[in-house]
């Protein structure tokens, strides 16, 4: 008996395994503005086109621009490149043995941690 709960533990991590390789997805996709995923921009004049085209050529950024006079301009692709989002810090986590915020002059854990 105590074999085969030992074989039936095992059974269940190979398939727990392969599940888990299944649901991974270990595609990537290129830094936007680059050869591979360069920035795609819908303009609806002329001189909007030279604008942006400026722009890129300036940064050196890979991109392609549409001259779409029917459709809204769409240019998100360039004010992610242009203002990328920073990291968000998060705030310290208060140790229990620390000193409680409420300025008791307790420990954390016997005061605002309980």
Not at 7 to 33: H, P, W
Not at 81 to 100: D, F, S, W
Request: hydrophobic share 30%; glycine share 8%.
């Amino acid at each position: 008996m105590g074999n085969r709960i030992a074989y039936i533990g095992r059974m269940k991590s190979i398939v727990d395994g392969e599940n888990r390789l299944r649901n991974f997805d270990v595609k990537k996709t290129a830094k936007l503005g680059t050869e591979k995923n360069p920035a795609v921009v819908h303009v609806r004049t002329d001189k909007r086109l030279k604008e942006v085209t400026s722009l890129f050529k300036g940064k050196g950024w890979e991109y392609k621009v549409l001259l779409e006079p029917d459709q809204p301009e769409d240019i998100t692709a360039l004010e992610r490149l242009l203002n990328p989002q920073k990291p968000m810090r998060v705030e310290k986590k208060l140790g229990r043995n620390e000193p409680c915020s409420c300025e008791s002059g307790k420990k954390y854990k016997n005061c605002c941690g309980q």
